[in-house]
């Protein structure tokens, strides 16, 4: 009857030791997952250009791909790709992840900075006053005044690179550094002869340019020459008619030179997160465009910085695996719960396979340590000669018999109690045929 009553009893006590074990675990490794896998943040700072640039309106459209997971995307508008990697290279400034375009850095000058690839191509354009133009002419600047863009910006760092390059300076160019929209409304009103920008095919100042019949994109002389001698750059040709093909603008092929803007983060930025961003870059940049088939961008393509760990895996495989079937937020859970509980079953599972085995050796031990005292009981009855006192053994056998009637033991292991009560019930009938005590 104890032993039924012990399984009774015993069976709700264990069910809840084992759920209040369980959340603890899971409580512990919740705790212990946050505070060595941080999840990513909500928030990040992406620096973009200047209003109405063809940076600012990617950085929108990246913006609206992240917010479909949940994710928020600030965007930092500045002069261009030369104030981006000042920004990222600044770990005060908050900003996380910039486009940038190629030639204005390296991972010896930015040690904290990697790429997840090239997205597109971005020619420099060269926009003059007047419908005709020489494209042979090396001094197609001479005695003009040219505006480069501001400081800051990547048209601004590579007009001045080429001007060194093809020795400009000495054809008497005037140089001036004002922003893209009112370079090209003082470039229409004639108030200065030139402007230099850098911007993709998409970009509504160039395209506006091509179109205008006052304006001519003046093709770059000697590409092939300054490609060879500036590995980052290419050389992309805009065929006759592509802007306007009605008025035959361009009037005949553009040959440009072209740099290629990268998506750049610090290297500390969350895996989870430089995923999501190369997802966002497939979506945006994998259309064919006009210097580019289809599927060529986002690329594997470290020009200037390494690509990230994350982005070489990308470019392998594609998405992580829970990534492709869970939302963003439930596939990160699940993926730092996977990073914990991988090594932990791994040292968990041995023991699993012993514990049956240490429970039914902790069970039948209570059973045994009482058992070995009814064996010494009884040795010590067969050695006491006849007709010797046995009341101290029956004092013993009762606070034995007492014990194992309080012992509260599982249904699986009541046959051992039971076959204890009975061997004690044999020790208590030799008792009794021994003469009592006088």
Known sequence: ???????????????????????????GLAVLVTVLFPPPPRVIVMATGAPGSAYQRLGERYRGVLARSGVKLRLLQTAGSVENLAKLQDPKSGVSVALVQSGLTSPQQSPGLVSLGTLFYEPMWVFLRGPDVDPDRIDFLRNRTVSIGPPGSGANAMARRLIETMNLAAHDVRIVELPQAESMQKLQRGEIDAMVL????????????????????HPVPRADAIVALTPNLSKVTIP??????????????LTLIANKGSLIVRDDLHPALQYLLLEAAAQIHGAPGIFNRSGQFPAAEPVDLPLSEQARRFYQSGRPFLQRYLPFWMAVLAE??????????????????????????????????LYGELKLLETELEGRAAGAPVSDLTE?????????????????FAHLLYTLRMHMGLVRSSLADRPSEA
Request: net charge positive.
């Open 1 to 27: 009857m104890a032993a039924k009553e012990g399984s009774r009893l015993g069976g709700p006590r264990a069910l809840w030791l084992t759920v209040v074990a369980i959340v603890a675990v899971v409580a």
């Open 336 to 369: 730092r719960l996977l990073i914990l509980l991988i090594p932990v079953v791994g040292v968990i599972y041995p023991f699993a396979k012993i514990l049956p085995n240490l429970y039914r050796w902790s069970m039948q031990r209570r059973i045994y340590r």
């Open 198 to 217: 850098v911007a993709a095919w998409e970009s509504p100042i160039a395209q506006q340019l091509l179109k205008d019949p006052n304006i001519a994109a």
């Open 240 to 253: 006759r008619g592509a802007a306007d093909l009605g008025r035959d603008r361009p009037p005949s092929d």
């Open 396 to 412: 013993r056998l009762a606070n034995l018999e007492q014990r194992a009637n309080r012992m509260r033991m599982p249904a699986a």
